[in-house]
């Protein structure tokens, strides 16, 4: 690990390019969008599936391991089970994805992963033989490969314009502290109640979850498109972008010169916006 990310050290100062020192609100947070972000009731389902995510994954994983060598498998043999199960759950996720992204099916899909993961949690409070804990990994890394791609594509599409850094930002940390929060209630919860507590407890929580992001609004597809603004578009210019087919929002920020908006890739027009952008600049130039 310290090898690869000496490596890693080396590729982003020799290899990667340094980009221009520009404000790029779809890539980075700023500190007031991250307070409107924060208030966004849109965003906090799915906080708190990504956070419940890594959450129940550390937690589980600190009762795994005893669980297999009681079931027969030795420690030095468990990456011999975690590498075949990984692969085959990945390969099994793929068309789950293509269906969510070609079919726009994201929210039935984040579901299904919520439901598969909830009935191997639930099923390895009982689990006892090696083949137990074979069919149950291989269902919950399917449903965490499902999870883990299509959450953060959901957030991506909801974000306002002008916001995707920010959200993200707030995601990746509720990430970061579902995975310490796991660790320190899996441990606690093993000691005091055993594994199949943990387990079916963490079951129960997907559960809920899942019902929750049953009441939610299932996504439109959009994507974020950020355009040049050319220092001149006025709110009737931002209006008229705005009236384009396929913009959903559109954001102007005078400070970046730049234009944020969501819109459907598949009727979004790129250079009829660019066209317009350039046209409201030649109107806006002759009225000077």
């Known amino acids: 690990t310290a090898v690869l990310a000496i490596g890693g050290v080396l590729v982003t100062l020799w290899v990667i390019p340094a980009p221009p020192a520009k404000q790029h609100r779809d890539a980075s947070a700023a500190l007031p969008v991250i307070v409107e972000q924060l208030k966004n009731r849109r965003m906090w389902p799915l906080n708190l599936g990504i956070f419940l995510l890594h959450a129940l994954m550390v937690a589980i994983f600190v009762a795994i391991p005893a669980q297999l060598v009681e079931a027969g498998l030795t420690a030095n043999h468990h990456s011999w089970l975690y590498l075949p199960v990984l692969l085959v759950a990945f390969v099994l996720m793929v068309p789950l994805i293509i269906i969510a992204e070609k079919r726009q099916r994201m929210k039935s899909v984040v579901i299904t992963g919520a439901l598969i993961i909830a009935a191997a949690l639930l099923m390895m409070g009982a689990a006892s033989a090696l083949w137990h804990w074979i069919i149950l990994l291989l269902l919950y890394f399917w449903g965490f490969n499902l999870m883990e791609a299509s959450l953060p594509s959901w957030l991506s599409k909801i974000a306002p314009a002008g ?115 350039e046209s409201t600049g030649e109107k806006h130039g002759s009225q000077c």
């Not at 594994?195 to 997907?206: C, D, R, S």
């Not at 939610?216 to 931002?238: C, M």
């Not at 234009?259 to 952008?277: G, M």
């Open 163 to 277: 916001a995707k850094g920010s959200a993200m930002g707030i995601y990746s940390s509720m990430q970061f502290l579902g995975a310490f929060f796991g660790g320190s209630l899996g441990g606690w919860i093993l000691s005091q109640y055993g594994a199949a507590i943990l387990f079916v407890g963490l079951g129960a929580l997907v559960v809920l979850w899942a019902l929750l992001m049953s009441q939610t609004n299932a996504p439109r597809h959009l994507i974020s498109v950020r355009l040049p603004g050319h220092r001149h578009l006025d709110n009737s210019a931002l209006a008229s972008l705005q009236a384009l087919p396929g913009v959903a929002e559109a954001l102007y920020l005078p400070a970046e010169d730049a234009v944020y908006l969501k819109v459907s890739a598949d009727e979004f027009s790129r250079e009829d916006a660019l066209t317009l952008i």
